[in-house]
T-cell receptor, first 113, second 112 residues
Framework: DAGITQSPRHKVTETGTPVTLRCHQTENHRYMYWYRQDPGHGLRLIHYSYGVKDTDKGEVSDGYSVSRSKTEDFLLTLESATSSQTSVYFC????????????FGPGTRLTVL | QKEVEQDPGPLSVPEGAIVSLNCTYSNSAFQYFMWYRQYSRKGPELLMYTYSSGNKEDGRFTAQVDKSSKYISLFIRDSQPSDSATYLCAMTQGGSNYKLTFGKGTLLTVNP
């Protein structure tokens, strides 16, 4: 998985609770991404980062926030989890060039009851 | 019209068959095209990467891009049960636009 770890790998939580997912990379890549993957929707970009403290929204960012205080770590926070946020979350990384491909982590399976 | 269309399948073939997977797209600015393979409960892994039109071959896999038709294909020769996975196409404009646009994936099963 290209030097990418995600934690936790599985989580069950209750509606209304905050949840933080962590992505850690050892590749020193500039770009990091958070996606969610749902049946019928495929992979959808939530947020991405183009450097430390530099982040921007993707297509499904409502209800999510991110932070990147170090090159190697990118955190995704669900401020108040809802059942519609039950999904599999993938982190990805890519290098400095716009043509660089993205490499994905193993995923976090989140269930919101 | 969605930017990238991919038949979700499922596609079931016997071992040894030639498999053809396809995506169409609407954005003529896309220049870089990728195929990812995703095994059940795993992250997508990059399989093939091509720039602009043409073919690229890697072992049993061949990726084709036809920009004039806005159509990309992945061919798998001598398919194996280990090829059973979901295949995702992805594409990007490149340059300052590094965001990938994904197809929804095609589920392939190769039967022994």
């Amino acid at each position: 998985d290209a030097g990418i770890t995600q934690s936790p790998r599985h989580k069950v939580t209750e509606t209304g609770t905050p949840v933080t997912l962590r992505c850690h990379q050892t590749e020193n890549h500039r770009y990091m991404y958070w996606y969610r993957q749902d049946p019928g929707h495929g992979l959808r970009l939530i947020h991405y980062s183009y450097g430390v403290k530099d982040t921007d929204k993707g297509e499904v960012s409502d209800g999510y926030s991110v932070s990147r205080s170090k090159t190697e770590d990118f955190l995704l926070t669900l401020e108040s989890a809802t059942s519609s946020q039950t999904s599999v979350y993938f982190c990805a990384i890519s290098g400095d060039r716009g043509t660089d491909t993205q490499y994905f982590g193993p995923g976090t399976r989140l269930t919101v009851l | 019209q969605k930017e990238v269309e991919q038949d979700p399948g499922p596609l079931s073939v016997p071992e040894g068959a030639i498999v053809s997977l396809n995506c169409t797209y609407s954005n003529s600015a896309f220049q870089y095209f990728m195929w990812y393979r995703q095994y059940s409960r795993k992250g997508p892994e990059l399989l093939m990467y091509t720039y602009s039109s043409g073919n690229k071959e890697d072992g049993r896999f061949t990726a084709q891009v036809d920009k004039s038709s806005k159509y990309i294909s992945l061919f798998i020769r001598d398919s194996q049960p280990s090829d059973s996975a979901t295949y995702l196409c992805a594409m990007t404009q490149g340059g300052s636009n590094y965001k990938l646009t994904f197809g929804k994936g095609t589920l392939l099963t190769v039967n022994p």
